[in-house]
C-alpha cells in the first residue's frame, strides 16, 4: 500500500512551491488509491503559529486535498523520539553533549564512515560521502528533536513508502540516511522534486510576485485552475495537454513523468488558464464564488440578483479573474462611474464628441422600448445621419458608460445599464468633452 506524506513546518503561509509538494503527495496516492498523510512539523518553537497552521490547512482544503491521516503533530509525539534516541544511545551509536545554554543533554548521532547512497525516482542514485558529514544532532538541548531525526522516525513509524518533497532537502537525505542506518531500517523511496522558479529561472521567491496561495484565492484564482496549474509545474500528461480535469490528472499522475530541471512559474499562463476555467463555470456558482470580492467593493447595490446573473453571462467570456468579473458589476450597480483617465483623454475630450454625445442622448431619451434592437438600430441610425463611422459613437458611450476603453458587448452592456442610468452617465460625460 502506497503510504505519502505531506510534512509542512507551520513557519508561514501554504506558498506556491509547497502546495506543488503536497499535490504531487496527493496525485500520487490517489492515483495509487494509497494513503495522504498531514504532518505538521511544529517543533521549532519560535517560528510555528497556530495562524499558520490554519492557513495551511484551510488552503489545502480549498484547494481539495483531503487527507487520510492526521494531521499528526511532531511535539505531541516528544516521547517518541526519545525513545528512539535513547535506544541509539544504548547501541553506542549516539553520545550526549552537555548544552552550552544549560537545559538537558543533547542526543548526537556519530557519522557513519563510507558513502551512503539513495535512490531516488527522479535523480536515480545518489552517493553522498559520509566522511564530509558532521555528526548529527538527534534531541536539542531544549529536548526537541531535529528536523531530520523527527522526520526519519515519523516515516519509519508511519509506515512511508515514497518520500516525495522538494530538491532543496537533497541536502539532507544524507544525514536522514545515515539515521535509517543506525536504527537499523530500510529507508523508503525517495522522489525529489525540481524546484519551482521564476521566469527568470531563479528561484521563484516573493520577488517573482504573489507566493502564497491565499494571495491567489484572494486574487480571483479559482482552485481548480489553480490545481490544474500547479500539477504542471514539473509534470506532464504523456500528451503534453495542459486544460485537464483533476479526474483526468489523478489518472495520468506517475512519477515517471516529473522532470528534473526547474519548472518555471509563469503568471500569465496561470491568468490564461483562470480564465479558462471561468468561461466553463455555471455563472450562478461565479456568483457564489465572488461574493465576498464584492461584499468588499463599497457603493455597491446589488439589488437585482436575476440582472447580476445576466451581467456575469455577459463578462464571463472574458473576464480572467474572479475579481475581474467583480469590477465588471460595478458600471451596472454603482451610482458613479470610475473614469479611467487614458480614456477620458483618448476618447472624449476630442473634437466633436459633445455633439454626438447629445446627439445619442436625444435619441435614446426618445425610445420607447430600450432594447438590443432598437440601441443597435438607432446607434447605426445616428451614425448614418451623421455621415460618421458606428464605432465613432460606440467608443465614447463605452467610456461615457463604463469609464472604460474596452469591455463585452457595448450594447449588451447598454441594456444591462437601463435607460436611466445609460442617460445620466452620457450627460454626466458631456462635463468631460471638449
Ligand atoms: N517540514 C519540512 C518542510 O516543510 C518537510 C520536509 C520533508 O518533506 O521531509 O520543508
Known amino acids: ?32 488509491k494509497g494513503v495522504f498523510i498531514l504532518r505538521v512539523e511544529d517543533t521549532d ?10 492557513e495551511i490547512m484551510s488552503s489545502l482544503k480549498w484547494l481539495g486535498m483531503d487527507w487520510d491521516e492526521g494531521p499528526y503533530f511532531q511535539t505531541k509525539r516528544l516521547d517518541v523520539y526519545r525513545d528512539y534516541a535513547g535506544r541509539l544511545l544504548k547501541e553506542g551509536k549516539a553520545y550526549e553533549e552537555e548544552g552550552k545554554l544549560g537545559g538537558e543533554k543533547a542526543i548526537i548521532l556519530k557519522m557513519p564512515k563510507g558513502t551512503l547512497t539513495m535512490e531516488d525516482l527522479i535523480h536515480g542514485p545518489v552517493a553522498f560521502d559520509m566522511s564530509l558529514q558532521k555528526d548529527l544532532v538527534l534531541i536539542k538541548s531544549d529536548g526537541y528533536p531535529a528536523y531530520n531525526f523527527a522526520c526519519v522516525v515519523d516515516d519509519y513509524d508511519m509506515k512511508i513508502t515514497y518520500v516525495i518533497r522538494g530538491d532543496d532537502h537533497i541536502s539532507n537525505t544524507p544525514k536522514q540516511l545515515a539515521v535509517y542506518e543506525a536504527l537499523g531500517i530500510k529507508p523508503p523511496k525517495f ?11 531563479s528561484r521563484m521567491s516573493k520577488r517573482h510576485g504573489a507566493t ?34 483533476l479526474a483526468e490528472i489523478i489518472k495520468e499522475f506517475t512519477l515517471e513523468r516529473v522532470g528534473k530541471t526547474g519548472a518555471a512559474f509563469d503568471i500569465n499562463k496561470l491568468t490564461w488558464m483562470n480564465g479558462e476555467y471561468i468561461r466553463t463555470k455555471d455563472a450562478k456558482e461565479l456568483i457564489e464564488l465572488m461574493t465576498p470580492v464584492l461584499a468588499a467593493k463599497k457603493d455597491l ?10 451581467v456575469v453571462k455577459l463578462f464571463q467570456p472574458r473576464a480572467k479573474t474572479l475579481v475581474e468579473l467583480a469590477d465588471s458589476a460595478v458600471f451596472f450597480f454603482s ?20 455633439d454626438k454625445l447629445k446627439a445619442l442622448i436625444e ?46 458587448s457595448l450594447f449588451e452592456t447598454v441594456v444591462l445599464v437601463g435607460k436611466e442610468k445609460t442617460l445620466e452617465r452620457l450627460k454626466g460625460a458631456l462635463d468631460k468633452t471638449r
Not at 191 to 201: N, Q, S, V
Open 191 to 201: 522522489a525529489h522534486i525540481p524546484l519551482i522558479l521564476g521566469t527568470d529561472r
Open 301 to 310: 447595490n446589488i439589488n437585482n440578483k436575476a440582472k447580476l446573473l445576466e
Open 45 to 54: 518553537k519560535e517560528r510555528s503559529k497556530d495562524e499558520f497552521l490554519r
Open 363 to 408: 435619441r435614446f431619451g426618445a425610445l420607447e422600448t430600450f432594447d438590443l434592437q432598437n440601441i443597435e438600430d438607432c446607434v447605426r441610425k445616428l451614425a448614418t445621419d451623421l455621415n460618421i463611422k458606428a464605432a465613432d459613437l460606440i467608443h465614447p458611450i463605452r467610456v461615457a458608460v463604463t469609464g472604460r476603453k474596452v469591455g463585452a
Open 1 to 32: 500500500m502506497v503510504r505519502v506524506r505531506f510534512a509542512p513546518s507551520p513557519t508561514g503561509f501554504l506558498h506556491i512551491g509547497s502546495a506543488r509538494t503536497a499535490l504531487f503527495n496527493w496525485l500520487f496516492a490517489r492515483h495509487e
Open 212 to 245: 502564497s496561495i491565499s494571495d491567489y484565492k484572494e486574487a480571483g484564482f479559482l482552485s481548480e485552475a489553480l490545481v490544474n496549474y500547479i500539477s504542471l509545474l514539473g509534470w506532464a500528461p504523456t500528451d503534453n495537454r495542459e486544460m485537464m480535469p
Open 335 to 354: 451610482d458613479k462611474v470610475e473614469y479611467d483617465e487614458e480614456a477620458v483623454k483618448s476618447v472624449l475630450e476630442v473634437e466633436g464628441v459633445k
